[in-house]
């Protein structure tokens, strides 16, 4: 019973890159939560997705971030043009399809990008 | 006032003594409250959630609620070195029909042999 699965696990990116980082959430889970962790700092939150929807996507910066859930493979949290202030753990989270209030996100074992 | 705080520690307790974790959160209508711990470039681990008032005990871990006076708090017993890790409290925000997780800043612990 797989868990939630990211890769990569590091990627190294230059300045006006492109960063892809994917997520595959828990079997049976149709939840999917992208955070990121800023060097020292604590967890914030960026989107919400469902199958083909965005559901809240507030947390994100307005430019250059994009995330996406598609019907058929896994969720993508997609950075145009990196920076070096996008260097951080950026963690994916699922939870099943009960809509409560107890849901539980498990997290994947994230993606470190560095910028250089 | 930030929505769900937590003493950043660092905290230090014997072996085999009492870690005393604690959160509070702004929000009087949360409802469920859950504690991660995070080990050094690890990802998050959920340890437990509690969403009734009072004590929920699973093994050595103890969490207690108080919504009333809106805190959260995580009791490890018999504490071992491999305790040591930050330990994170998230409580859920409501928006719309999200749930995103809003966690306090964490505690650092330190479990001396």
């Known amino acids: 019973n797989a868990g939630v699965m990211q890769n990569p696990r590091h990627l190294v990116r230059r300045r006006g890159q492109e960063a892809r980082l994917r997520c595959s959430p828990m079997k049976g889970h149709s939840h999917v939560y992208w955070y990121r962790q800023l060097p020292e700092e604590g967890l914030k939150f960026m989107v919400y997705?469902?199958?083909?929807?965005?559901?809240?996507e507030s947390g994100m910066p307005k430019e250059r971030f994009s995330a996406e859930f598609p019907k058929e493979g896994p969720s993508i949290l997609r950075i145009q043009q990196v920076v070096r202030g996008d260097s951080a753990a950026y963690f994916c989270?699922?939870?099943?399809?009960?809509?409560?209030?107890?849901?539980?996100?498990?997290f994947g074992p994230g993606t470190r990008l560095t910028v250089l | 006032q930030k929505e769900v705080e937590q003493n950043s520690g660092p905290l230090s307790v014997p072996e085999g003594a009492i870690a005393s974790l604690n959160c509070t959160y702004s929000?009087?209508?949360?409802?469920?409250f859950f504690w991660y711990r995070q080990y050094s470039g690890k990802s998050p681990e959920l340890i437990m959630f509690?969403?009734?008032?009072g004590d929920k005990e699973d093994g050595r871990f103890t969490a207690q609620l108080n919504k009333a006076s809106q805190y959260v708090s995580l009791l490890i017993r018999d504490s071992q070195p491999s305790d040591s890790a930050t330990y994170l409290c998230?409580?859920?925000?409501?928006?719309?029909?999200?749930?995103?997780?809003?966690f306090g800043s964490g505690t650092q612990l330190t479990v001396l042999p």
């Open positions: 509690i969403y009734s008032n």
């Open positions: 929000d009087r209508g949360s409802q469920s």
């Open positions: 997705l469902q199958k083909e929807n965005i559901i809240d």
């Open positions: 998230a409580v859920p925000q409501r928006v719309g029909s999200a749930r995103q997780l809003t």
């Open positions: 989270a699922s939870s099943p399809l009960r809509g409560t209030s107890t849901d539980t996100q498990y």
